[in-house]
């Protein structure tokens, strides 16, 4: 019944130590999106997928990256995550581009030694 | 630098009474604003939304108003209930060219409705 999955719920790696979140969804949409959340904070938009069209927020640090490798499936890959990068990462989807409304999983909380 | 803001962190009202969640923006080029719920450990929601053109949307106990002239939002839930109890994110979408859309999210509120 899950429409957008995300592993694990929670991920603990070391400062530097390269880690993947993964997000997986059933609704066959054509955007996929990460967020990254940290405490007490908005939701701040990472980068999305346009099928296989990648789009990268300015601010968003090259440390990031993603990877889309079929329409069900979207990772965020952290090279050297630092201290500042412990968050709550969110996956998104929306059918397209110009949906208003777009679809959440529960969320990969990131903690970082 | 915050384009939308929620400013009072939580809430806290009594079942069966009216919950007001405000949201304020400063970016008048966002033209669909939408409401968005959150429980513990479920990422948010969909749960109302309202396009600039319009001043009121209504869904049962839900109610969205937008006053453009002052760059303000509020979310009405009458009467509350305990289920309604959880996090509310404000969100605002802005154009990023080429048709596409993106969200830009405000703080969040908790409400607490208590029994």
């Known amino acids: 019944d899950a429409m957008v999955i995300q592993n694990p719920r929670y991920q603990v790696t070391q400062f530097g130590k390269p880690v993947t979140l993964s997000c997986s969804q059933t609704?066959?949409?054509?955007?996929m999106y990460w967020y990254q959340q940290k405490s007490s904070q908005a939701p701040k938009l990472l980068f999305h997928?346009?099928?296989?069209?990648?789009?990268n927020e300015a601010d968003t640090p090259d440390n990031f990256q993603s990877r889309r490798p079929n329409t069900s499936f979207c990772f965020l890959d952290i090279r050297s995550p630092g201290l500042g990068d412990a968050a709550m990462y969110l996956c998104a989807t929306s059918r397209d581009p110009w949906e208003e409304t777009q679809y959440f999983g529960p969320g990969t909380r990131l903690l970082v030694l | 630098d915050q384009q939308v803001k929620q400013n009072s962190p939580s809430l806290s009202v009594q079942e069966g009474r009216i919950s007001i969640l405000n949201c304020d923006y400063t970016n008048s080029m966002f033209d669909y604003f939408l409401w968005y719920k959150k429980y513990p450990a479920e990422g948010p929601t969909f749960l109302i939304s309202?396009?600039?053109?319009?001043d009121k949307n209504e869904d049962g106990r839900f109610t969205v108003f937008l006053n453009k002239s002052a760059k303000h939002l509020s979310l009405h839930i009458v009467p509350s209930q305990p289920g309604d109890s959880a996090v509310y994110f404000c969100?605002?979408?802005?154009?990023f060219g080429g048709g596409s859309e993106k969200l830009v999210f405000g703080k969040g509120m908790k409400l607490t409705v208590n029994p």
């Open positions: 609704l066959n949409h054509n955007v």
């Open positions: 309202i396009s600039s053109i319009k």
């Open positions: 969100a605002a979408m802005e154009e």
């Open positions: 997928y346009y099928d296989k069209d990648f789009n």
